[in-house]
């Protein structure tokens, strides 16, 4: 499908008045882990882990769908402790349908990531063959086969709040196993009720995947709200079901988010699978695709301008925009994109809104749609991604609000919004 001519979208669109912003810092906690191997080295100087790993053994490390800070050195200092007692470190990617549910496709995932052999010291083996380990209500659980077939795993993971359902192991170490190392056959198993039961589903197929390998220990990494490494808990194979619950309480105070509670247009400079599995975080930004899940900004109007070159083409939460632009439609992968759809069974987040031809547009779209609105006193929250939110873009009317709003502090005064000659947004955080 292409994009039509659209000067005659343009001409209406052009009386439509945009408001001036200004650039806002939100202020968080900071208390980033500046130099994560060295804690990660000393807390791994255990001899109850040690002695987990015994010479010649084959130890697979999970590479993640999502970009965490600071995978890349956590799976390299993995790696040496591995090797050091005599191990054979591999990184698989454990990442569901992810990747266009491709071998290759998985492998690309992790190297836009930085996880590649040279950086982590170790081979990456990715393929999508599983082998069936048990069954859960007569649906089958499996897991890859290089890793049901090695002599040890080590699970690493981020540990998060998930987008779409709510459960004592939401994004995790938990997730990881039930989902992760399941890949496409073992998610598309999980999936098969949806993400209304899936807090039910994950711990037993889980566990049933726990019992059919040797899981020696877990690496859970949990992000401030600046996604920065602030705490690093490696846990006994044994204990991650006990002390995961309680580490994801943490990470959700920790999650990044809004300080304002609503607007009218929240703009999203870019949306990807590398910020979150649903494209934009709607603990963010309240784009929701199933009703399992509940928080984030009130709006009326939500505008995505790009996706990102992360996200291989694959447009997960699209669907819960109002208006796109050209440059959006463009790198939309149908494939990459309908696995994950098929694999969760939520369809909506794939869907396609509005498409203009530019950003100037697109925003002017979203203004002119808005219902009940002072036009002159329009309010509008831009953010560069849902993953960085130390700072952003408020327009005029929302100035006085945030100047009183704790963790807000206004950083100029409020100008025009500028775009350059093909009508794109200048970025102003």
Do not use: W
Not at 84 to 112: D, F, N, W
Not at 188 to 197: A, K, N, P, V
Not at 367 to 391: A, G, I, P
């Amino acid at each position: 499908m292409e994009i039509q001519e659209q000067s005659g979208l343009r001409e209406i669109l052009n009386a439509v008045t945009l408001p001036r912003a200004a650039l806002v810092r939100q202020r968080f906690k900071r208390d980033d882990i500046e130099d994560v191997p060295a804690l990660l080295r000393e807390k791994l100087n255990r001899e109850d882990l040690r002695a987990k790993i015994r010479p010649g053994m084959t130890v697979v490390l999970t590479g993640s769908s999502r970009q965490v800070a600071n995978m890349p050195a956590v799976l390299r200092e993995l790696a040496s402790f591995v090797k050091s007692l005599g191990g054979k470190p591999a990184i698989i990617p454990a990442m569901g349908s992810h990747g266009g549910a491709t071998a290759e496709g998985q492998r690309e995932v992790l190297t836009s990531y930085g996880i590649t052999e040279e950086a982590c010291g170790c081979p990456i083996f990715s393929s999508m063959e599983t082998v069936r380990v048990g069954t859960y209500e007569g649906d089958e659980v499996r897991m890859d086969r290089f890793a049901h077939d090695a002599d040890a795993i080590i699970v690493v993971g981020r540990i998060k709040g998930h987008t779409a359902f709510r459960g004592p192991y939401e994004s995790g170490l938990v997730k990881m196993m039930a989902i992760g190392l399941g890949k496409r056959e073992g998610a598309d198993s999980l999936h098969r009720f949806g993400f209304g039961r899936m807090g039910e589903r994950i711990p037993p197929f889980a566990r049933i995947v726990f019992e059919h390998c040797n899981i020696v220990f877990g690496v859970g990494l949990i992000e401030n709200e600046s996604n920065r490494t602030c705490r690093v808990e490696v846990i006994p194979g044994a204990e991650i079901f006990d002390r995961e619950p309680e580490l994801l309480l943490y990470a959700k105070s920790r999650m990044p988010r809004l300080l304002l509670p609503e607007t009218d247009v929240l703009v999203v400079r870019e949306i990807g699978k590398n910020f979150t599995g649903s494209g934009m975080d709607p603990n963010v930004t309240g784009t929701f695709g199933t009703p399992f899940a509940s928080g984030g900004i009130k709006k009326q109007r939500v505008a995505v301008l790009d996706i990102s070159e992360e996200s291989h083409g694959n447009y997960i939460g699209l669907g819960m925009a109002d208006v796109t632009t050209k440059r959006t439609f463009e790198k939309l992968q149908t494939n990459a994109t309908y696995f994950n759809m098929l694999t969760s069974t939520v369809l909506g987040v794939g869907k396609i809104p509005m498409v203009l031809e530019d950003d100037r547009m697109a925003l002017q779209a979203a203004v002119k749609t808005l219902n009940d609105v002072d036009r002159d006193r329009v309010r509008l929250v831009y953010l560069k991604n849902t993953l960085s939110l130390e700072h952003i873009v408020l327009s005029e009317a929302l100035l006085d609000e945030a100047r009183v709003t704790e963790g807000l502090e206004v950083l100029e005064e409020p100008r025009e919004l500028r775009f350059d000659a093909a009508g794109n947004l200048l970025d102003l955080a």
